[in-house]
């Protein structure tokens, strides 16, 4: 079937007759799905939010699996300046101070302290994405970010991207070069009571059904049919937030399969795979203050930041991105704590393995409901969101993170997309 000339020929006066059990049916209980429905109910509509897991939040996610809280997913609430969830949670009475930086920071290569000639060197390269964003003419082709910093050389270049790994998660060849430089910038802000318990607690009040993953949405009548495992649900729209990871993997069968437009969209973003190995660690503390972070840098590709007992917590928390973490996460939690225990020990000593006393591993990568961190678009595909954002058929809106524009790859973004989507599903005749 061709799925445009459908779409352009959905009839108003079909719509009208068509008996649904919902106004609106919003897939997934993250920011956008929940923004979304917020708005949606404010404006009168019937909307049910269908989850798959058994919580909200989605990829804002505060873990007290080890007994300490910390924020397995979203930490930061980025670019504050207009950020919607400086006001939501100042509404809702919770604290969001800066980042409390100082607890100091030292560079490790396998382990050991960096040779001074080697951070030199090291320093030597910082910045230069940026620098090469304001020379470097990418009016006329999109590059890679790795294209971009090519003529560091084979040594520097992994060296200068590697900072990538930890902010965007993926291999700087799979970014475009346009759409990083899109992304909006500015004051980072800590929700110290955990930004996935801030995102859940907005969610209080909606209509929501958790642990119902949609598996097929079917849009040929004239609204949507929703398959869950309880039962279908018939609604005139649908607003589906779900990680474009997700939609990739094919856990949705769309029928009629969607246009190709939608899934050329789809084919220009992947998902990074920023991920977070967390090691509750007891008693001792090895002489260290509260707060300090300990980067391991002696390769590029494996680099992996550690925050060493934040806010005072009997925590340890490792972050790592790309091609690293996709190996960690589909060797497991076991393989991830020994890797993260193992540099442990040669950064503070042996006796750290005696204290450490458990591991949590939402690995995002594998997890099949989010198959990823977040959305990074592929080198030429820079337009790919706003495609994904189009509606389709009058019926299915795309909405999330990856539709976020210069907001992509945050809750915030994902929340103004989920927003967006709301106001234009709101504007149909019901
Ligand atoms: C390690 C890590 C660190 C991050 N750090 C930050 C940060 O500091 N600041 C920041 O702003 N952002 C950060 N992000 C990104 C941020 O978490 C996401 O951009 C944001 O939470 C995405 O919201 P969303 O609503 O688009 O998607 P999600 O939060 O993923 O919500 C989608 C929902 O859909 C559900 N779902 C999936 N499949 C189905 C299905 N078949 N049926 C029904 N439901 C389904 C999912 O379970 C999920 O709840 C980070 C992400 C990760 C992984």
Sequence with gaps: MNTGAFAASLAGAQRAAFAADLDVVVIGAGAAGIAAARELKA????????????RLGGRAFTDASLGPAYDAGAMFIHWAERNPWVKIAADLGIDTPSEPWGGGFRVFADGRPMPDADRTKR???????????E???????????????????????????????????????????????????????????????????????????????????????????????????????????????VLKAGS?????????????????????????????????????????????????????NLDLFPDDKDLVIATCGGDHARELSLAGADEARAHVTDLLAKMVGESVRKAVTGVSFPAWWTDPFSRGSYSVCLPGSEAARDR?????????????????????MTVGGATLAGRAAAAAVARLKV
């Excluded at 320093?123 to 230069?128: E, I, K, L, S, Y």
């Excluded at 006329?140 to 991207?161: I, Q, T, W, Y």
């Excluded at 973003?269 to 509260?290: C, H, N, Q, S, Y």
């Excluded at 994904?388 to 992509?408: D, K, M, S, V, Y």
């Design 43 to 54: 404006a009168g509509r019937q909307v049910l939010v269908v989850e798959a897991r058994d």
């Design 135 to 245: 020379t470097v003419d990418i009016g006329k082709r999109d590059l890679s970010v790795a294209e971009l910093l090519g003529d560091l050389g084979p040594e520097m270049a992994p060296v200068a991207a590697s900072g990538l790994l930890l902010s965007i998660g993926e291999e700087s060849d799979r970014i475009s070069a346009r759409d990083y430089q899109r992304l909006w910038a500015g004051d980072d802000l800590v929700v110290p009571s955990g930004y996935g318990n801030l995102v859940a607690r907005h969610g209080e009040g909606l209509d929501i059904r958790l642990g119902e993953p949609v598996s097929a949405i079917r849009w040929d009548g004239p609204g949507v049919e929703i398959t869950t495992p309880s039962g279908t649900l018939r609604a005139r729209a649908c607003i589906v937030t779900v990680p474009v990871g």
């Design 252 to 304: 949705i069968r769309f029928t009629p399969e969607l246009p190709s437009a939608t899934r050329d969209a789809l084919d220009g973003i992947g998902m990074g795979a920023l991920t977070k190995i967390a090691l509750r660690v007891e008693g001792d503390r090895f002489g260290l203050g509260p707060g300090m972070s300990y980067l391991e840098a002696g390769s590029p590709k494996a680099m992996m």
């Design 123 to 133: 320093r030597a390269v910082f910045g230069q994405i940026d620098r090469r964003l």
């Design 388 to 408: 994904l954002a189009e509606p389709i058929g009058g019926r299915i809106w795309f909405a999330g993170e990856a539709t976020a524009g210069g907001g992509a």
